[in-house]
């Protein structure tokens, strides 16, 4: 089956007020239609934001990386399932994860376990008091995630191959920290390109700066988009 780019770029509302994030949903009206909160504008916000969004026919990725005891997070998973969301990131154990699948029932709602942060290399690791390496340890939660019944994952692009090798495509695998080769790089230790990431694996694409930040957002989106489009094509062609 074709798989539509379009589809498959998520834009990060890095923002911190309202009104910022609703310019940049009208601004790329037409282009995008699926848009990530994270934890500042949900703070800022609350419910209504999402639920005007998914009024205007867009999907919502809640990107609040649940982490918690399991009742709270089953109860937690269960009130997002109920505004329409369509995905939800979490931390945890096997217990957890699995909590909040039941949280989640039989909704649309999608549940993405998070690996390792892509602000996170080996050094940064081991000051969390993991002795592996990166890898080691996104392939381990990935394996975690999967045996608990989570529909994918928040992995770099750079890992997304080592999961398709080893975990097959059990997992969504939705990678951020996106650039361009002519992006700036910022606090992203471990950046893929979109043509990388998409030949390595991943689903989905999560993109902020590089379009939010552009004095065309509109356009930065639609040049990704057609980067990953060949990508995708390509994936396609050589499976």
């Keep these: 089956m074709k798989i539509n780019a379009k589809d498959r770029l ?37 419910i209504d934001f999402i639920k005007e969004i998914i009024a205007s026919g867009n999907k919502v990725f809640l990107d609040l990386k649940y982490f918690d005891v399991e009742d709270t997070i089953r109860e937690a998973v269960e009130n997002v399932s109920k505004m329409g969301v369509t995905f939800l990131t979490l931390h945890g154990t096997g217990k957890i994860i699995k909590a909040a699948v039941e949280g989640r029932g039989k909704s649309g709602l999608k549940l993405l376990a998070v690996t390792v942060l892509t602000s996170l290399e080996a050094q940064d690791i081991k000051d969390l008091g993991f002795e592996c390496s990166v890898e080691d340890l996104v392939l381990f939660r990935a394996k975690k995630a999967a045996a608990a019944g989570c529909d994918g994952v928040i992995a770099s692009g750079r890992e997304a191959e080592l999961i398709r090798e080893k975990i097959g495509n059990k997992l969504l695998v939705v990678s951020p920290g996106i650039r361009r080769k002519t992006d700036t790089v910022d606090d992203h230790k471990r950046p893929a390109t979109p043509t990388n990431a998409i030949l390595g694996g991943a689903d989905y694409l999560v993109v902020g700066r590089p379009i939010i930040k552009d004095k065309d957002p509109r356009q930065a989106a639609a040049d990704i988009i057609k980067e990953m489009e060949i990508a995708f094509q390509k994936r396609e062609k050589d499976s």
């Design 10 to 46: 998520i834009i990060a509302l890095d923002v911190s007020s309202w009104e910022e994030a609703r310019s940049l949903v009208k601004k790329l009206k037409g282009v995008v239609s699926f848009f990530k909160i994270g934890i500042i504008l949900h703070l800022m916000t609350g």
